[in-house]
Every structure is written in C-alpha cells, then in structure tokens.
C-alpha cells in the first residue's frame, strides 16, 4: 500500500500515528496517511512563524513572490495527470472532473500571481502641512487553512494563492477523507522554490488536528471551509488565539425556473448543477423551484436525464458520476430521502444506495410542493439528490428561494430580463447565476451569508483580506 508524508518545513516526514484511506470505488483500504496530532501541529506552526519573519521570505519583493506562484502554476499543469488520478482515487471524483478542475487551479495561482506587486497602500492628504500620512499594507501572518474533501486542490488554491501573493505563511490541513491530492500537492509545491515554511501541509482528524491548528496561539488567521458545524466549532477555537476567519460553508442553493425560460438549457444547467461531483459541491443548486405551468414536463425530462447518466469507476473517461466519497455520506443521504418520503416528499427517481462494492448513490429527485416541512429542503445532502417544489408567481419563487438558513449560490433561469434583475436584488445569496449556473473565476468573490459563513474567496479583495494595514504618521 502506498504511503503518503507530511510537509513541514520544507521536509517530508512521517507522523507518529497513521490511519488507513479508502477507496471509494471498492470501499476498500489503498493508502496509508498520516495522522498529524498536537506535536505535528505545533512544529507545522512554529516553521511557518519562522518562515513569515525570516529573511528567506519577509525579505522577498511582491514580484518574487509573484514569479514562485507562477512557476507553481507551471509545475501543477506539468504534474495534473497525477494529481487528477490521485484526487480520482482517494476521493471517487470522477477523472473527467479532477482533470478539468487542475487545469482552471493553475490559473488560480497565476492570477494570484499576476496581484502580489499590486497589492498597494495608499497616501492620506491629511490636513497638517508637517505630516505625511500613509498606509502601508502588510501581511497578516501565519494562516491556518482547513479544507473539506470535495475540491481540495480548489478550494486550498483559493487561500494558498492570495495568501503567499501577500506575504503570509500557513499551515494546511487537508481532509482526512481523501488527503492524497494534497500531500502530492505538497512535493509539487516544494519543487517550485518556495522557502522551507512558507507552507506547510498536514492531514489529521478535525477534533485533533484540526481543533488544535485553529486554536494555536500564533496563528493570525484562520481560513476554513467546510460544513456549518466545524464552522461554529472553528470561530469557537478562534476565540483562543482571537483570530480574524473566513467560513465558506455550505448551501442549499435554489435554482429557479421560470415557464419562460429556454427549457433545454434549464434542464441540462439543473442536472449539472445538481448531479456533478456526485452531489458534493458547496454549490450544487439542490432546490429546483419550477413554475407549475411547467413542473411536470421539467420534472419528466430531468428524470429521463438523470436515468442515462453513466455510473461507474470515477477512473474511467466514460463515467458521467462516481461513488460518494465516504459510506458515511452515502448513509446520510439514503437516510435524509427515507425521512424526506416519510414526511410527505414523493419520490420521483433514486434513493436508495446502489448494491454492491463502493459508496455509490443514484441521482434522486424527491417532489416536495406538497410537503413543505420536507427536511430534505433545509438540511444539506453534499449527495446527488434533488428537491423540487412548484410555484406560481414571481413572489412566491422568491419567498421560497429565501426560506433557507443558507444563502451560498442561487441560479434563475428566465427570459424576461426585468423579471431577472427584480431577482437578483431580491434573492439572498453570496452568488447569483442568470441563465448559467456554476461559473467561476479568478477574478470573480465568491461566498455567502448566513449558515453560508462569511468572507470572500476568489478576486482582489480576497489577496487584500490576507493584509493588514500600518497607518504610518510622520513628521516632516
Ligand atoms: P466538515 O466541516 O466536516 O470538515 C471540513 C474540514 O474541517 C475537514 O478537514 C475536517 O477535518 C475539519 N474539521 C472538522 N471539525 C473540526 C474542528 N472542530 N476544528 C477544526 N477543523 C475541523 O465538512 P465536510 O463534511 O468534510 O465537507 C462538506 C461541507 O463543506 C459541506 O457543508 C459543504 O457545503 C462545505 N463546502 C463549502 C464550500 C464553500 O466554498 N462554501 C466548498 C466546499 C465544501
């Protein structure tokens, strides 16, 4: 079985405990990880304060900085095979997937790149002819980021790249669930020049590692995603250390049809946007509220859809979906459905876990217009299951997207353009798609509200929040 290393300090190196990963295709045991605890921590961290006042790295200029991201992002799109068959592997993403998404997290770094020497302080024309002034930006500090399994190169890209670009360190734990890509990650990274610190990489349990990390009292920030319940527990730890956090946390993102939208696109926007990534994305828009002049037909067409979605290994090119990346997960959702139908949803398609080798689970729909208290509309599956409720006017296609604790990402699919805007002001989300669903950019925030967490990743600001500002006073 292979076995796989920490990174701390620019070294690779066992921890003193070990767990055993599975293979979500057989359920069955492939790798060997290791199991940072306090002791790995507290070394992960003490390097990473090292790294951020050492000359190495403090000393580097914003563009120095910038030319080692860009040769990361060279040396991510020379190593993405590898990475791709390693996410496919630990975590049952499908290869189509993993192989798509290295390619936009090389970008990712290169954009963060492209910002390092365009993070600027400012002049203030204060009114005192002896004094000048100003703001100096400067880094924050040593991060701690933490990481859900379902993108890990992703969704650490998203705080590694504004990060390093400002001039912070960090310390990184990866899920436990799947930590492969980003232990191999981790010697693509030690590749590209960076000092021994600047970042380091650790997988480990939550309570354990995860508690002790973003408590550590030399920690400045923390940068977290994952679900709403670490979430709470993570601004719990942060009250140790009293540091500044961002919670990307989960959805339960509406994706709201009108009968006058272009019905095609809906529909294949809707399967993606629900059954990509097996369900588990942040984002997946799983309350489809349909108008009712159209729900039937929707409702027909997204089930013959879903039916010929090809199922299989995550490894082969042909695969449309993958297995669940945990039992865990799978038990989750077959249970959510089953009290979901016992509360009144009816069940179109799926719910019930696939027999057999692996944590497979079917794309499922459950109809709840009448069944409103159903609790597949509130709780988040992170799985392939769709609840769908109907509507008949702009006004309640409205209260209903809102009727969440959640306000992550929303997709509106119509042509009437005013009708759209009046959405998009109406609607409670960190994103709102129009006529699309699921884009992403560098350049684009993204985050959300409420039970969503708060903060932003992606664009400059995300590169400005990685900085703190000294407003310097001098006496001429
Ligand atoms: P999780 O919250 O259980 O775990 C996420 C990470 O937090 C893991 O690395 C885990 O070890 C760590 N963790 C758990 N408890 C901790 C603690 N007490 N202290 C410190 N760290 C702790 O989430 P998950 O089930 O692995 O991932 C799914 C969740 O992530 C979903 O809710 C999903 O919506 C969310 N997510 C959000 C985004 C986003 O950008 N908003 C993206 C992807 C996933």
Not at 202 to 217: D, R
Not at 245 to 256: A, D, Q, R, V
Not at 424 to 441: E, F, K, L, P
């Amino acid at each position: 079985m292979p076995a796989f290393q920490l990174y701390i300090d620019g070294s690779f190196r066992d921890a003193a405990a070990s767990f055993d990963s599975l293979d979500p295709a057989t359920g069955k045991p492939w790798a060997r990880m290791p199991e940072a605890r306090a002791a790995e921590v507290n070394e992960a961290v003490a390097a990473a304060r090292r790294a951020f006042h050492g000359a190495e790295w403090a000393g580097l200029t914003a563009g120095e900085r910038g030319k080692l991201l860009l040769r990361l992002a060279d040396l991510i799109e020379q190593n993405a095979p590898r990475l791709a068959e390693l996410e496919t592997r630990d975590t049952g993403k499908i290869i189509r997937e993993t192989s798509a998404q290295i390619a936009y997290v090389a970008e990712y770094y290169r954009y963060y790149a492209g910002l390092a020497d365009k993070i600027e302080g400012a002049h203030l024309p204060i009114d005192k002819p002896d004094m000048e002034v100003w703001l100096r930006r400067e880094p924050l500090g040593v991060v701690a980021a933490v990481v859900p399994w379902n993108s890990q190169l992703f969704l650490s890209a998203v705080k590694i790249g504004p990060a390093l670009a400002a001039g912070c360190t960090m310390v990184l734990k990866a899920s436990e669930d799947g930590p492969a890509p980003m232990l191999e990650f981790a010697r693509i990274f030690d590749q590209a020049g960076f000092p021994p610190g600047v970042l380091n990489i650790l997988t480990g349990f939550g309570p354990e590692c995860g508690a002790v990390l973003t408590s550590h009292p030399d920690i400045d920030h923390v940068a977290f995603t994952g679900g709403p319940d670490a979430g709470r527990q993570i601004l719990r730890n942060s009250a140790e250390n009293l540091a500044s956090t961002s919670l990307e946390l989960g959805g339960k993102s509406p994706f709201i049809v009108f009968a006058d939208a272009d019905i095609d696109s809906a529909v294949n926007a809707q399967i993606s946007g629900i059954f990509a990534a097996t369900g588990q994305s942040c984002v997946a828009g799983s309350r489809l509220l349909v108008q009712n002049t159209i729900r039937a037909e929707f409702l027909d067409r997204l089930r013959e859809k879903a039916g010929r979605i090809s199922i299989g290994s995550p490894a082969e090119m042909g695969t449309e979906m993958g297995p669940l990346c945990t039992l865990r997960q799978r038990e989750r959702a077959e249970a959510l459905c089953a009290s979901s139908v016992a509360e009144g949803a009816r069940l179109v398609t799926g719910g019930h876990a696939i027999a057999g080798a692996g944590f497979y689970f079917p794309p499922s729909i459950l109809d709840c217009t009448d069944a409103p208290a159903a609790s597949c509309l509130r709780e988040e599956f992170f799985a392939p299951v769709l609840s769908v409720q109907g509507f008949d006017t702009e006004a309640e296609a409205l209260a209903l997207a809102n009727d969440t604790a959640y306000g992550l990402a929303s997709g509106v699919f119509t042509r009437d353009l005013t009708r759209a805007h009046r959405m998009i002001r109406g609607i409670r989300a960190g994103v709102v798609w129009v006529n699309t669903y699921r884009a992403v950019s560098p350049m684009a925030p993204f985050g959300g509200h409420g039970l969503s967490g708060h903060g932003r990743e992606g664009g400059l600001a995300a590169a400005l929040d990685y900085t703190k500002i000294k407003t310097v006073w001098l006496r001429t």
